[in-house]
């Protein structure tokens, strides 16, 4: 051996007698012995230990009360038993007495003393260290024991160098005759000639072995077992089986979570909402299809059900009927302001302009089908871009309409320079159309960039697939909104300037409670979409802009058709000129 191999080995008998021999007791010897030829040791917990606390390693003594072990006591007396058996045999190891020495090895430091005890020398009380531990010869030719992992790993390490056996390579060579039987072992040391299967019986005041069935092998044929399932006393009143698994079978949809080493002990997990247990793989949940959806502790999947706004459903047609109805009053008034094209109420409301700002709302209320049906590639690029530069072109009116009433009225005579140059150059319709041409250069970039394109949505609801525009969050639908916004806070602001206009002009009740209604329905259409993003989001998002252009045309032309038909003596040049005389008095005397 090396140098550093025997300084390793040195290391370590120091540290186990230092630890063993340096604690308060007296010294290892063992409990049981039988003098012979040669010794064999038998480490077995006869007792067991109690762990304490303790401030420095002590010795724990294995004689204490309560503290008997009846399983390390059997292994002692079976033991006991082999080697008296093989020493009354005649056929066995003639002319050879086996010895042995039996420890109780209740606590490590039992195990360590025990150890130390059988490699010390026959005749001396401690164990000789050579440069060459093999060729070292123990008292003990053999250990038997101890029946712990972590005893045996201090028990084999400490033996190892010294190369003492479990007998396996003479078991090989056993071929004996033992109660009309012949035991023979195969090269791995497993017996070839058979066992019987015994029970130990519990059922007098003292327990007795009872023979329930036996187990034959040979080299020819394989382990064949004989069991006798009468004879076999289970503990209980009726003697049934007892139930023996570390886990029992897990219920439908839970997959097994190995918890150690042993397929056999798990614990029992549900599948997750959206996935399943395939009975070929029961140690994981496999996920659904994209198309496919499964509720919790689920065995299969189930197909998703598409869902989009359908055309047949009761709110589609209460806000289908809406939407025609304001496109036929739309149409309606157009023809009507086309046969009272001349009359005050309709030049004094824009006159030909009065026709875009109809046009405008029709756009806009045709955009409103696109929310109906499976969504497809042309009506996801119109239906909101239609509302938003129809509405735009609306606003845009309204705030000039509203603008050059203020400035007639009001500035016109300390401006009179600007405003013939207003005039001249058609101020109006120029303001109406760019503004109406930037919201469709925005609605054009919109498209472009961030297209709005039909899409499957898998994330709202587990069981559904619902079908939409991508135009949901895009930034060229916001910067729209935001400039339709704009709109209607200048179309505001202009009107309430114009509040104490006469009263043929003054318009600001009606445009005030139209832009009202506008903001209230997208603050309860965007309150609602951060809540729920379910198919009926579109109903929502179509009765939003429904009310804003049945807002608009309300607020504004409602008025004016109600003078047309109803009060035909207030549609006259007398009496607007008598509204106009009214005003100027009244800012005269002011």
């Not at 092998?217 to 503990?235: A, E, F, G, H, M």
């Not at 009726?238 to 570390?246: E, F, K, L, R, Y």
Request: proline fraction near 6%; charge should be negative; include cysteine.
């Amino acid at each position: 051996m090396l140098l550093w191999e025997a300084c390793l080995l040195g290391l370590q008998l120091s540290l186990s007698c230092c630890w063993a021999l340096g604690c308060q007791g007296p010294e290892s010897s063992p409990d049981f012995s039988l003098p012979g030829d040669y010794l064999v040791a038998g480490l077995f917990p006869l007792h067991g230990d109690h762990p304490e606390a303790r401030r420095r390693p002590t010795v724990a003594f294995c004689d204490r009360p309560n503290t008997f072990n009846g399983h390390g006591y059997h292994l002692f007396q079976a033991m006991r038993f082999g080697i008296e058996e093989i020493n009354n045999s005649s056929a066995l190891l003639p002319n050879v007495t086996l010895g042995y020495e039996l420890y109780d090895v209740c606590s490590e430091s039992a195990n360590v003393y025990a150890t130390l005890s059988i490699l010390s020398k026959a005749g001396t009380g401690y164990v000789d260290i050579q440069e060459n531990p093999a060729l070292y010869s123990p008292k003990t030719v053999a250990v038997i024991g101890p029946d712990t992992t972590s005893r045996a790993a201090t028990t084999a390490g400490l033996l190892g160098p010294f190369l003492v056996p479990l007998l396996l390579e003479e078991i090989r060579k056993v071929n004996f005759l033992l109660h009309k039987h012949t035991v023979t072992f195969s090269d791995s040391g497993d017996s070839l000639s058979g066992y019987d299967i015994i029970a130990w019986d519990w059922s007098g005041p003292k327990w007795t072995f009872r023979v329930i069935g036996s187990s034959s092998s040979s080299l020819l044929s394989p382990v064949q077992l004989d069991i006798n399932t009468t004879k076999i006393p289970w503990r209980g009143g009726d003697n049934q089986v007892p139930t023996s698994v570390c886990s029992s079978d897990c219920p439908e949809g839970h997959q097994k979570v190995i918890m150690s080493f042993h397929h056999c002990c798990f614990e029992c997990v549900p599948c997750e909402a959206g996935t399943f247990l395939n009975e070929s793989d029961p140690y994981s949940c496999q996920p659904c299809g994209k198309e496919e959806w499964a509720p919790e502790r689920s065995q299969t999947c189930f197909p998703r059900t598409v869902v989009f706004l359908t055309w047949h459903e009761p709110i589609s047609w209460v806000l289908l009927a809406a939407n025609t109805m304001l496109l036929l009053l739309v149409a309606g008034t157009a023809g009507l302001f086309a046969w009272y094209l001349d009359t005050p109420v309709v030049r004094s409301a824009g006159g030909r302009m009065c026709f875009l700002m109809l046009g405008s709302l029709a756009g806009g209320s045709c955009g409103l089908y696109g929310f109906f049906g499976e969504p497809m590639l042309p009506t996801c690029l119109l239906r909101q871009g239609l509302f938003a530069l129809g509405f735009a072109i609306f606003l845009s009116c309204l705030t000039i309409r509203s603008f050059q009433l203020v400035f007639i009225f009001k500035f016109s005579a300390k401006m009179p320079t600007f405003f013939h140059a207003w005039v001249q150059n058609h101020g109006a319709g120029l303001f109406v159309v760019i503004s109406s041409i930037t919201q469709l250069l925005i609605c054009l970039v919109w498209l472009a960039v961030w297209t709005p394109l039909p899409t499957r949505e898998y994330q709202r609801f587990p069981q559904l697939v619902v079908l939409d525009c991508t135009e949901a969050n895009s930034l060229g639908l916001r910067l729209a909104f935001t400039y339709n916004g704009l709109l209607s806070v200048s179309a505001f602001a202009c009107s309430y300037l114009g509040k104490d206009l006469p009263e043929n002009y003054n318009e600001a009740k009606c445009v005030t409670f139209s832009l009202l209604l506008n903001f209230v329905s997208w603050i309860t259409f965007f309150t609602v979409a951060s809540v729920y993003q379910g198919k009926y989001l579109a109903a929502v998002n179509v009765f939003a802009m429904l009310s804003s252009l049945s807002g608009g045309f309300s607020g504004y032309f409602l008025p004016k058709c109600y003078i047309i038909l109803c009060r035909p003596d207030l549609n006259s040049t007398e009496h607007f000129q008598a509204s106009i005389q009214d005003y100027s008095r009244r800012c005269g005397s002011t």
